[in-house]
């Protein structure tokens, strides 16, 4: 696993030209949001709604609005998924793998908490088909949970960019004239600059932080 991690990592950085691009969103709404599902989803599929569930959501809703994001470099030249698909970057022993959600634009959140969970628990006994690790439009990458701030991740070939997500803090910010504490979250987008320019992610970036802020966007 070392091996292949290390072959396509270093292959990644060396052939593709990466950018990165950060933001700080404010995540009160998306916490009230998800607050307010918990128990609905829990009742349909026996499973927690987590916040990497709603960024899948909210990250294909984002790719739907931004086409240009579902593309990838083939050799000389650009190639298109026939889907959206997000690949989520799963921790096991020894590595990494990133099992991929198919179609995830069009699922519920419902629907996308089950895919997640079933994906990501045979990810970490061993089991999952090479199918289900292929055909990303991009990947999301969450190292919150080990407490890092912010960070910048490697894309996934062939993917075109990865979105690293760091820790949701609290932290002071300003609303007019006035300092209120707020939970805020950086986010990274590395992206491959054969495939987009900095006005391509940019708007997609901007778009993530939209529905993250005004998530009934995405309905």
Not at 35 to 63: H, M, S
Not at 97 to 116: D, E, M, Y
């Amino acid at each position: 696993m070392r091996k292949t991690i290390a072959r396509r990592m270093t292959a990644s950085f060396q052939s593709a030209p990466h950018f990165f691009l950060t933001v700080a969103t404010d995540m009160t709404a998306l916490k009230d949001l998800r607050q307010e599902l918990l128990p609905t989803i829990l009742e349909q599929t026996g499973i927690r709604l987590t916040f990497t569930d709603l960024f899948v959501k909210i990250v294909a809703r984002a790719v739907e609005d931004n086409p240009s994001i579902n593309t990838f470099w083939n050799q000389d030249n650009l190639g298109v998924h026939a889907a959206i698909n997000i690949g989520i970057a799963v921790n096991v022993e020894n590595g990494l793998v990133v099992p991929v959600l198919k179609q995830a634009n069009v699922q519920s959140l419902a629907k996308i908490a089950q895919q997640r969970e079933d994906l990501v628990q045979r990810a970490r006994a061993g089991k999952l088909l090479p199918s289900e690790m292929k055909s990303g439009s991009l990947t999301i990458s969450n190292l919150g949970m080990f407490g890092i701030d912010q960070f910048n991740p490697i894309i996934n070939p062939p993917e075109s960019c990865i979105l690293g997500l760091g820790q949701i803090k609290d932290q002071p910010v300003a609303a007019g004239a006035e300092i209120v504490i707020r939970p805020m979250l950086n986010m990274t987008l590395s992206i491959d600059h054969r495939v987009l320019d900095g006005g391509l992610g940019s708007r997609f970036l901007q778009r993530i932080v939209q529905l993250i802020e005004r998530p009934l966007l995405m309905i």
